[in-house]
């Protein structure tokens, strides 16, 4: 069964870093998406990705952030200059096509710990 | 305001038996979907069922079934004959479709559901 692959799994960075969090959807899906978890609280919505460009952006997803599919296949999530705070779990998710009734396949996610 | 509420932090359930997680949402958008996931202990989110606006029937699917009820904008989960494998954070989410282009899913904050043997 197709899944959405993410990766590291888990990474360690020091704060004021930049970090990569890589994705693979689905592929022949055309709706991607970035979620975030901090520890113990629900998930939250940072941004999604049509058509080679960003659709919408939540209040969270700020300049320190960007997104980019560069060869059509891989989906990253960039964190130009990390923060304590932004430890969390991020998924990555796709979907094949608009619509109400199609759900999100989400990755295992990558959890981030700045130090 | 909320947009999904899951107003039980945590539920414990005896093997065998039913249980229902309560999730309540809130939209002016006529036309949103509803969705249940899973989250083990090993975080990944994994899709149970799903509920649109427009169904007149409640979503089954295998041991899940959603209990729809528009009109009280509630829509809770029931999973009946609890296995151990269901111990798991429990998340609703919705989808809304005119107020949300980009088809993101807002989520509730999670019901911990522990089965006892």
């Known amino acids: ?115 | 305001a909320q947009k999904i509420t899951q107003t039980q932090p945590g539920m414990f359930v005896q093997e065998k038996e039913a249980v229902t997680l309560d999730c309540t949402y809130d939209t002016s958008d006529p036309s949103y979907g509803l969705f249940w996931y899973k989250q083990p202990s090993s975080g990944e989110m994994i899709f149970l069922i799903y509920q649109g606006s427009y169904d007149q029937q409640n979503a089954t699917e295998g041991r899940y079934s959603l209990n729809f009820q528009k009109a009280r904008k509630s829509a809770n989960l029931v999973i009946s004959a609890s296995q151990l494998g269901d111990s798991a954070m429990y998340f609703c989410a919705m989808r809304e479709l005119i107020y949300n282009q980009g088809g993101k899913l807002i989520f509730g904050q999670g019901t911990e559901l522990s089965v006892k043997p």
């Open chain 1, 1 to 115: 069964e197709p899944e959405v692959t993410q990766t590291p799994s888990h990474q360690v960075t020091q704060m004021g870093q930049e970090v990569i969090l890589r994705c693979v959807p689905i592929s022949n899906h055309l709706y991607f998406y970035w979620y975030r978890q901090i520890l113990g609280q629900k998930v939250e919505f940072l941004v999604s990705f049509y058509n080679n460009e960003i659709s919408e952006k939540s209040e969270i997803f700020d300049d320190q952030f960007s997104v980019e599919r560069p060869d059509g296949s891989n989906f990253t999530l960039k964190i130009r200059s990390t923060k304590l705070e932004d430890s969390a779990m991020y998924f990555c998710a796709s979907r094949p096509r608009q619509g109400l009734v199609t759900e999100a396949f989400f990755g295992q996610g990558t959890r981030l710990t700045v130090v």
